[in-house]
């Protein structure tokens, strides 16, 4: 259905109201790899980080690459080693996922904002000693005797110190950073870092307005499959308890409840591969996901 002028102006006219509500607002957006291998999505996506930058909001775009690091590992024949399900980062393997994520990933996401007219501005953890992390541990417990362990995950870090420095010398300036989640030790060297965990600190350290989990399902759904518009802190943390929010959904709601308290006002799952999704979600009364809130 073609779209007429008329039409385009009351879409402009009707989303005013929701680009002065986040007039000068810090937005932090986590860009998942399953919608970044999709390149129109991709381009899409670029776009409309731009056109935040043009409505005077401050986008900061953080971005993961799992299926492309595994990709990469493959082609160099890099064998993976798990425990208990978890990817364990050897030295070999981290020198792949630095070279992926800070390199070719961070640079094509780069590529696009500014083929859009942007101005982005290529980044990792370890610039400026934005992010220094500490060595994650796991405990899991052996289903067979139910011993609880530690797992070595090796060269996989969690957070520890931000420093916003560099990015608040960035933001306001027309400039749009865009983060790979590979962190600074406090030895000089290296970690990998869930990239929804340093979205989350990064939210936090910058204590934005919104921070926005982009990943491949519509949001929280209820036991019916159905969408869950809002959600406080409390009501995430009791369907937590009952099984409602389950599997790979507990660790990214558990990273914004972080990032809620680390400063951040509100903080939305929604699906990375619906278009325009994050317009949807900042300049429509719809919105696009669930919005998580104190």
Do not use: W
Request: charged share 20%; hydrophobic share 45%.
């Amino acid at each position: 259905m073609e779209v007429t002028p008329f039409q385009q102006a009351q879409i402009l006219a009707e989303a005013l109201p929701y680009m002065q509500r986040y007039d000068g607002a810090t937005v932090v957006v986590k860009y998942g790899g399953h919608a970044m291998g999709e390149e129109q999505l991709a381009r899409d996506f670029a776009r409309d980080i731009v056109l935040l930058e043009q409505t005077a909001i401050n986008p900061v775009v953080v971005h993961g690459g799992g299926p492309q690091i595994e990709a990469m590992l493959k082609k160099v024949g890099v064998q993976s080693q798990f425990a208990a399900g978890l990817r364990i980062t050897d030295a070999k393997t981290l020198e792949i996922v630095e070279m992926v994520l800070a390199g070719s990933i961070n640079k094509q996401m780069v590529g696009y904002i500014n083929e859009a007219g942007g101005k982005a501005v290529g980044l990792c953890g370890k610039d400026g000693n934005m992010v220094v992390a500490r060595k994650l541990t796991r405990s899991v417990v052996d289903p067979n005797s139910n011993i609880e362990r530690i797992v070595d995950l090796g060269f996989v870090g969690e957070p520890d110190k931000i420093d916003t420095t560099v990015l608040t010398q960035i933001l306001g300036r027309d400039l749009i950073p865009v983060l790979a989640p590979v962190a600074a030790a406090a030895d000089g060297g290296t970690f990998n870092v869930n990239a929804d965990t340093f979205a989350g600190a990064i939210a936090g350290a910058l204590k934005a307005k919104r921070f926005l989990l982009l990943t491949d399902v519509p949001g929280v759904l209820d036991k019916s499959k159905k969408l869950i518009k809002q959600l406080s802190v409390d009501d995430a943390r009791a369907l937590i308890a009952d099984g409602t929010i389950a599997g790979g959904m507990i660790p990214k709601v558990e990273t914004c409840i972080d990032a809620l308290d680390r400063g951040v006002e509100g903080v939305v799952i929604l699906d990375g591969k619906v278009p325009h999704a994050v317009l949807l979600e900042l300049f429509t009364e719809l919105g696009a996901g669930t919005l998580i809130h104190n």
